[in-house]
């Protein structure tokens, strides 16, 4: 993202995201006594996943649109950095995984997750790091991110791509993912395709960012009180309504209001030190939170604070705290190993 259109609300949506979804983990992973309310509404941050994509998506293009439609980008310092950006974090964990477990099942899937390109096999479901799915998809539209600055190379033909896009996810939902042409228990978001929509409303919402800003910081209330409204009607209507594993482009409709509030307020709650420092780390969080939660099953100290709400709070906060310790602790570690490198290149 270039510094001058640095978008400081995106750290908060950021965020949260993660810790939602390291919250809706725990949950499906223990046996806490909840309200059967929460557990509905904590199950449901599952969906944050798709808020993941669409900041992906605003963020490429806010990076990257313009250089490759101008015909500046550098492909190869493009591609590398999202390898250096990824796969060291990313191929620890795989590396771990492959220690603890030693079998051969995992050897294959670790040694195809580590090229990143695993988002193009027709089922990209693993079991070494099994939320690494979403780099699949997401590295896929960092490999297609050329293609989809065609796609939206003005806005007429971004509204067509999207509404595009939008109908053959439901196509993917009513008529591909049937036992026609897919196993009983596919993920249907697995697919790229089922989440194209998703990162080309963030490419909508940066063409039209400079209305965006305008119209959001003269009527800031209305349009908070409109993300607020879409939250509430998803909770009350909408969620019984749609599948929690397919909810298609429904998702748009709860996530896509907030994007374009992000974008166009000023917000001390989502841009602040604390959001941004969360957002730095929330690609570890996603990817790590289970690993530590598995330490914490393997030690039998899931329930430290009882199996109450109280004890599921207490154990969310454990993981991410002592997860934030691991992130930082790696940091430095890599920063200076980084730089001996570099050193070691520059004897050289």
Known sequence: MNEQERYDNLDGLRAVSCLAIAAMHIRANAAFDLAPWARTMVGSWTHFVYLFLMISGFGMFCGYYERFRDGKADVNAFYRKRYAKILPFFGLLILADLII???????????????LVFGLLPNNSMEVIGVGWTIGIIFLFYMLFPFFVFLCWSRKRAWFSFAVSILLCVACSLYFFTDRFVIEGFAPRHSFLYCAPYFLSGGL?????????????????????????VTVLYYVWLRTRISMDDPGPWMLAVFLPWLVYAVGAKSAVLSNPVMKFLSGISLEIYLAHMVVFRAFEKLDILYFAGNGPLGFAALWAAVVGLLILCILAYRWVYGLVSARVRKMKERG
């Open 101 to 115: 477990e030693r079998s051969v099942p995992h050897l294959i899937e670790g040694l195809t997750e580590l090229t």
């Open 205 to 229: 919402v940066y063409l039209y960012r400079n209305e965006i800003r305008t119209f959001v910081s003269r009527f800031r209330w209305p349009c908070l009180g409109v993300c607020v409204l």
